[in-house]
């Protein structure tokens, strides 16, 4: 029988020719050509002050906390809903995560619970772009600003896509992209960290270079380098930046790609949400999404249980996901609620992800939904 994956990875063709360039030139550790012409293009879609190729989002998030400069006790508001490095990035910093509800419509935190949960240790707000679909950040901008609070995007998902024209990952103070193999641009475990406050530029370079000023020393701009402030190794080698090159070239035709196969999905499923038997995604008329993720949201748990089981038995895989972080073991040590958490609660048990990737076909939609329908 033929299998559905829920995702393959997809590759351009080019690859493979872009690393072995950069075995050609010799220098495969990071910060080479590769990771230059990477960071020329993210800065280019994004306009920000500085873009840096991280190992991963993870990392990504990691650098930003150790930007933030908290302290053990400070609080970092963000949703339950998400995967967990977005708050396991400030745990390991010492700080609290304030957990709050989503949006019914978009699954985005809730931007009308945030003022709610500020307390004199809030420092940060960290808005998640669930599917590529932008959170309401004009609101948290005001929020940000009018609390003195740094504001991070984890737009794991949210590369190339758009909130009120403007592209996500340009709105806060940092923001921090994933090109996990999962997501719509890949390099197996790769991300980036996009600086949008200059004032943080120069120490995000020294913290990614084991807090050293060794990427200014390389720019001609001091005469030694030197430790001079706390860091880590974030910088991927050249093999993953060339790899990732071949991606960001052919960006805006993969996102076409997954938007053709979204919209497919949107369209043959209409019918089941009119008969009241599923809920779509719900895309603002202000967001342009990036075709990230198909899901659709079931009546109740059992619904799903049963829903996953039939099509698994037809070869398709379909998975689910998040346990909030507010009721995982590590999300109750290290964290409290700062809301209720209907939605965050209901949409877990409820939201299901049906494969997507870029050679999924039409075909395979047409499958997946008519066994949808047999369900
Ligand atoms: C995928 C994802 C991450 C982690 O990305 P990695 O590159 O695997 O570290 C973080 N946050 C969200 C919302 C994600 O979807």
Redesign the pocket.
Known sequence: MYKIPFNKPYMTGKELWYISQAHHAGQLAGDGNFTKKCHQWLESQTNCQKALLTH????A?EMSAILADLEPGDEVIMPSY??V??ANAFVLRGAVPVFIDIRPDTLNLDETLVAAAITNRTRAIVP?H?AGVGCEMDTLQEIAQKHQLMLIE?A??GIMAYYKGKPLGSFGDLA?F???E??NIIAG???ALIINNPHLSEQAEIIREKGTNRSKFFRGQVDKYTWIEKGSSYLPGELIAAFLYAQLEEAQAIINTRLKLWNYYHQLLEPLELAGKLRRPIIPPHCQHNGHMYYIILPDLQTRTKLIAFLQEQGINSVFHYVPLHSSPAGQRYGRVGSSMDNTNRISECLLRLPLFPELGLASIEKIVSCIKDF
């Open positions: 991963s989002c993870t990392a998030l998400t995967f490095s977005t998640v669930y984890d794991a998902q921090c994933s090109f996990h999962t997501k475990e790769g991300g």
